[in-house]
């Protein structure tokens, strides 16, 4: 399960929980300190979205699919993963959990209309979707 950073609004600790996207989704985190239910995500979104968008376009990159079949959500998804593991940073939680679907074989619509961020702006991955 995925581990999440928070910092507790009430008692200014830093807390990580680790927990499902399920739970993550439908959840409240709890400050394991006080309780208290005022936690702030620690990753910055511009941050986030800047790596997104580099991300995004050494993905949207032809030249970097090699022996990938677009067509097919698992071999996307393989690749993802190994382009992620390969750049050597946290891709994130939505990154991992939009790899891991691929990989079982969903279809990218299908998980980016559950992960809105994972889309946006940017270009798309792969032409044809
Ligand atoms: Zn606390």
């Known amino acids: 399960m995925p581990l999440y950073e928070y910092r507790c609004q009430s008692c200014q ?50 030249a970097n699919f090699g022996d990938v079949d677009e067509n097919d959500p698992r071999s996307v998804g393989k ?16 990154f991992n959990e939009m790899v891991g679907r691929l990989e079982a074989g969903e279809s990218p619509d299908s998980i980016e209309a559950d992960i809105p961020d994972i889309g946006g702006s940017a270009p798309a991955t792969a032409p044809g979707y």
């Open 13 to 62: 600790r830093q807390v990580s929980i680790r927990m499902s996207y399920s739970e993550y989704d439908s959840g409240r985190p709890k400050c394991s300190h006080c309780q208290s239910d005022r936690l702030q995500r620690l990753i910055s979104r511009v941050r986030v979205s800047r790596s997104k968008d580099s991300r995004m376009e050494a993905l949207a990159d032809p």
């Open 79 to 94: 690749f993802m993963r190994r382009m992620g593991s390969e750049m050597g940073e946290d891709m994130g939680p939505e």
